[in-house]
């Protein structure tokens, strides 16, 4: 599995997509789907503070109501499935406390491209919400 360091492109600040193995597109296809109408997201960059309710995603404590939620959003089964290794490395019982800024920004730069505007909550209003993932 490629790391998410080695896609990433210093000059442009950002963060390109693995290329899905078969096993991987296969995963894709039978779970979240694939990323059709990609949303814009906000941008971040190296300044920018991500809190609780993004580190929330990694909180491994299976009794976290809001952590079980989100594991279930299209966005986090695609992290997943594309960057299980990454994903898994962020995982930690304590949620936000441990994670540092760095890793934060990583997967959110990650996971803002694996947001479709059909996954549930995306739109409102009728436009895209570009803080879904920082809600």
Same mark, same amino acid.
């Given at each position: 599995?490629? @790391?998410?360091? +080695?896609?990433?492109?210093? @000059?442009?600040? $950002? %963060?390109t997509?693995?290329?899905?193995?078969a096993?991987?597109?296969?995963?894709?296809?039978?779970?979240?789907g694939?990323?059709?109408?990609?949303?814009?997201?906000?941008?971040?960059?190296?300044?920018?503070?991500?809190? $609780?309710?993004? *580190? +929330?995603?990694?909180?491994?404590?299976?009794? =976290?109501? =809001? =952590?079980?939620? &989100?594991?279930?959003?299209?966005?986090?089964? &695609?992290?997943?499935?594309? %960057?299980?290794?990454? @994903?898994? +490395?962020?995982? &930690?019982?304590?949620?936000?406390?441990?994670?540092?800024?760095?890793?934060?920004?990583?997967? %959110?730069?990650?996971? *803002?491209?694996?947001?479709?505007?059909?996954?549930? %909550?995306?739109?409102?209003?009728?436009?895209?919400?570009? +803080?879904y993932?920082?809600?």
């Amino acid at each position: 599995m490629t @790391s998410p360091e +080695a896609n990433f492109n210093p @000059s442009e600040q $950002v %963060y390109t997509l693995v290329e899905p193995t078969a096993d991987q597109l296969r995963a894709l296809e039978e779970g979240p789907g694939m990323v059709t109408i990609p949303a814009q997201m906000t941008e971040i960059n190296e300044d920018t503070w991500l809190g $609780v309710n993004f *580190a +929330a995603n990694f909180n491994a404590d299976p009794e =976290s109501f =809001s =952590s079980n939620l &989100r594991r279930q959003t299209p966005v986090f089964q &695609r992290l997943q499935i594309l %960057y299980p290794d990454f @994903s898994s +490395a962020l995982d &930690r019982p304590d949620g936000a406390r441990n994670h540092t800024q760095e890793e934060l920004r990583q997967a %959110y730069r990650i996971m *803002a491209q694996l947001v479709d505007q059909n996954d549930p %909550y995306v739109m409102h209003d009728g436009k895209v919400d570009p +803080a879904y993932l920082l809600h």
